[in-house]
């Protein structure tokens, strides 16, 4: 696995003020269930705008205290969660895992050389066409902090473009999930792969037109499937927070539990009028080769 971000050194970072502009929200609805038996489930769709970035040592901590006392990566975490109309609950278990962070990139790269290898067959309509471009994604930790901070606020909604910025990334994208239900117990693989797979699964709703030129669909939404295979997106960073929640019932409270994913992208992607991702033959157009791991996909960029 490719982990990035992992250095010591404090790197503060004097930025441009730019303003932002072309954002795409593509929300008929910004709360979708999934119908899983144990559990109910939603994702969030949220606004994006695509840039290149601004690149440094990634092996660099960033000091994001120069973004603002709202960056997400600042604010003080809370200490309970309310979700679902149900009674708050403190959280009981913060962050992710070495094994978290193998089954994001894992989930992630499945999914990115499916697209590109032409498998995928879903969509309205499909099938979804091939990708030339499409680059294998690495873990960032600077991602992963801005993504825990916001994680850590429960997250009701993404945070403001502006607040989830790092020293390596202007803009960031984030796709956002909660859950609700089940069993007691700490971040899983298998349950990292299931938020994966179910935002992904808005590809039922994308026309393969799309893929040329992001623009609004006939039906349902797309944003957290563009944002998952955006061709020019190349790192990815998640946190995540597990909490109680409780609901009355007969004069008695009765306890579940809730989770809040969060997953910050770098570059963002879902730029309004963008390309998603080239047609052609996959991993046809690849700046660095061919991917060693994933046949369909460019290989990471900071290899």
Known sequence: MAVKGEGRTLVVVLLMLLGFANIYTDAISDRMSFGFNEEADYIELGDFIETDGINMDSSSTCDFTQFGSNHSAVLPPLDECEKFKLIAGEIYHRGTSEDDKQSILEAHNKLRNKVAGGSEKKGNPGPQPSGANL?????????????????????????????????????????????????????????????????????????????????????????????????KTREVGCGAVFYYLYKEKKGKLRKTYGRTFVCNYGPSGNFKGGQVYERGSPASNCENGVSTTYENLCAPLSE
Do not use: F
Not at 140 to 157: E, R
Not at 167 to 179: D, F, L, S
């Open 135 to 231: 680059i294998e994604l690495v873990w960032n930790d600077q991602l992963a902090v801005s993504a825990q901070g916001w994680a850590n606020q429960c997250a009701v909604k993404h945070d403001k473009a502006g607040n989830r910025q790092t020293c390596e990334y202007r803009t960031v994208g984030q796709n956002v999930a909660h859950k609700r239900g089940g069993k007691k117990n700490i971040p899983s693989t298998r349950r990292w792969d299931k938020i994966v797979n179910n935002l992904y699964n808005e590809v039922k709703n994308m026309p393969d037109y799309v893929v040329d030129k992001l623009q609004k669909v006939p039906k349902g939404s797309v944003g957290h499937y563009t944002q998952l295979i955006w061709a």
